[in-house]
């Protein structure tokens, strides 16, 4: 279902923008405000939950003894999947991932399969037969914007929040301990910026109201060391290629601001 | 987080506990709620019950676009109970399954009677119900956060509905159940009510109970629901800041 | 007899009064008592007794006029979201009386009107007019949506609490009693004006509000003015000199 923008409102909008202007007051590249909690779910192995401005998400993760694949035998294999629940926004429909949901997945997992924030050869246990499988589910609870930086943040604090017992190998089985849980092997802390492109502009983190009425959407996965980790364009309008590296300069400061949160 | 102290001078009281958790017989888990949580939704309510974390968002009155589902003389009463992938301890593949697609069915059941639907002819009520984190007595736990939520959204009621189970474990009749009592039990019986009226909104059995058991635990789940009751007037009032 | 105060926020199912009283909106008649169907604030008129919603939807009556957008255009009308469970339609000949015109070259989807409900049928079709004073489209602004049930309020006492925030602002401002909300001013002060509804909206139970959304009013506008000093103190003085001179 899509949800009609009222003319006035893109034109308001628009116009603060080109004045400089955010219509919640905001700098250009500033991030609303950001909660994370780690271990809110003690079921799951590793989970967190994030606010960015009103925008709310629980990211869960789940780990079992799974098969590799078989075209990596000595890895341990991460799904991420996400669920834009009917509950977190009136356009949002019950029923199997959509399209934006698909997206949302396969861009917080590139950034952190590119990012390698989780060592997942060191997650293998007998080559080619056992390896752990870490299932991470992006639920998403209230939609005001920018879902994606918040699923990425979530992601990365549940990976870091997640522990295994420790697994041995004897006679070719596999003995788990869980007295002795272990945290996962964890490498890095790859983050994720998003603009909006809303005329000549771009914004950090958009608004509900931003992201109903802008032109393009950038997004920019990054590592500590500021090399980029992956990206990814949206929206039906183009983006130039200065504006790309603009938004990967800003990119570079801004997810350092966020990997705070996550000490 | 709102504890509930439950007196032991009660008349009953002379039963002693063996409960796992160290509860008395008629006692139930710590619980909390708080009302008008989400900013979308028309209403909102999240409850935490022991390990039993649910979120739940209320749409509505809304158009409703399916006509055959349209009623030409009330509203549609919508619910769907879904569980969280990571809110068990095996990963619960996403999507409804028989399990939650029977408990949407008689979540809905249980809230209509208390709903003036009447009011909003041609429309609908969505109710979401997300279990977070399961720890037994999710379908109870979602129903009494369902009423919240549906008073939050401002949608006119006669009664807000409550829902606690009993059941019998390790011989004894006990209100409230936990996961391990509940596996382990010998019967569950989850009930919703109208506490003004003491009017029984759902029924689910399952299990061995004597006739005179049956009798002890449906007055258990009403004492219950009483109890809780309390806690969501307080949750919806407290959001108002009384 | 009668089990609570005037004020009191009451939830459904509280009991409020017996038989001796009246039942007004947000309750209703159970055997001798009197029960509140809401989450709302009591109020009592001499007998009849009634309860305050503090949420509710927007429900078309007759005679209301209401703030709508066009979502889709039909062969003769206009269908409008007026942000209640029922949608509306403005017929083509409300507008261009017989003669027949292309309905988008005068209005499009996602245009704002100020209407009127001109009936609302058995089937729930809310018919919309434009005829009347001050009614028409928008034309720059933004759009502010309260709960409905909190219109009242943000109008006040004829018109005291509107009133305030348009000579404050400066802005127009336009109340649909469907809780949509226009205003139109300099942008900041349009935003200033938002912030205000908002705070109108969350504390509409509480009392003196009146004064609070004043001391907001002049503590925003005061700050912006002292920002706007600083920037622009030399300008200005330049300014004023001119004024001297001429």
Known sequence: MVSIIPEITRESVVYLIKEGKRADGRAFDEYREVSLETGVINKAEGSAKVKLGNTQLVVGAKTQIAEPFSDTPKMGVLMTNSELLPMAAPNFEPGPPDENSVELSRVTDRCIREGKVVDLEKLCIIEGKKVWMIFLDIHVLDYDGNLQDAAVLGAVAALMNTKVPTATVENDEVILDHEKMIPLPFNEKALMCTFAKIGDELVLDPSLEEEEIMDARISIGMRADGSICAMQKGGKKPITRDEILKAVNIAKNKTEELRKYLE | MIKITVESDLSTGTETSARAD?????????????????????????????????????????????????????????????????????????????????????????????????????????????????????????????????????????????ACAAGKSNGQVVMDLSEAEDKEGEADLPIAMMPRTGEITLLQMDGHLTGEEFERAIDLAVEGCMKISEEQKKAIKERYGD | MIFVKDKEIVVPGDVLADEEYHTGRGTFREKNNILSSLVGLVAIRDKKISVIPLQSKYIPKRGDVVIGKITDIRFSMWNLDINSPYSGFLPASDVFGKEKRELSRTFDVGDVLFLRVVDVDEVKKVKLGLKGRGLGKFRGGILINITPTKVPRLIGKKGSMINMIKDETHCDVVVGQNGVVWVKGEPEMERVAEKVIKMIEEQSHTSGLTDRVRNMLLEILGEIQEESEDLEGSEEEEENREEFIQ
């Open chain 2, 22 to 162: 160290g509860r008395a017989f008629n006692e139930l888990r710590p619980l909390k709620i708080s009302a008008g949580v989400l900013e979308r939704a028309d209403g909102s309510a999240y409850l935490e019950m022991g390990g039993n974390k649910v979120l739940v968002a209320v749409y509505g009155p809304r158009e409703l676009h399916i006509r055959h589902m349209m009623q030409p003389d009330k509203a549609v009463l919508r619910c769907r109970y879904n569980m969280a992938p990571f809110s068990v301890d095996d990963r619960k593949r996403p999507g409804p399954d028989r399990r939650s697609v029977e408990i949407s069915k008689i979540t809905s059941e249980a809230l209509t009677p208390a709903v003036f639907l009447e009011k909003f002819p041609r429309s609908t009520i969505d109710v979401f119900i997300e279990v977070l984190e399961a720890e037994g007595g999710t379908r109870c736990a979602g129903i009494t956060a369902a009423s919240v939520a549906l008073a939050d959204a401002g949608i006119p009621m006669r009664d807000i509905v409550v």
